[in-house]
């Protein structure tokens, strides 16, 4: 949304930042964009963004970063997701991608 649209409709655009929960990015001709997001959506933001990661999860993010993923098929993830099987470590593909 442009900053002149913002503008014209703020009190409309802030309700509907409430309403929906989403937030709206706002254009400057000539500047950095802005974000403007409901104030409960603003503290969930803040405080999934101080709570530290598990190490499981930074060793994940680390080994994304160098490649090393892992590979399965739709398939095997829903039989995983519907409790029919257990994911099997033989059937991993770690490599660099």
């Not at 257990?86 to 991993?92: I, K, L, V």
């Given at each position: 949304m442009t900053l002149s649209a913002f503008r014209e409709h703020?009190?409309?655009t802030l309700d509907k930042v409430?309403?929906?929960?989403?937030?709206v990015l706002i254009t400057r001709p000539g500047a950095?964009?802005?974000?403007?997001?409901?104030l409960d959506e603003f503290q969930a933001y803040e405080e999934r963004?101080?709570?530290p990661y598990a190490p499981e999860t930074v060793a994940a993010m680390?080994?994304?970063r160098k490649g090393e993923v892992e590979t399965v098929t739709l398939e095997d993830l829903q039989a995983v997701?519907?409790?029919?099987t257990?994911?099997?470590?033989?059937?991993?593909d770690r490599g660099s991608r």
């Open positions: 703020l009190a409309g409430n309403e929906d929960h989403r937030p950095k964009a802005v974000v403007v997001m409901g963004a101080n709570q680390i080994a994304a997701i519907e409790g029919e257990a994911y099997a470590s033989d059937n991993r």
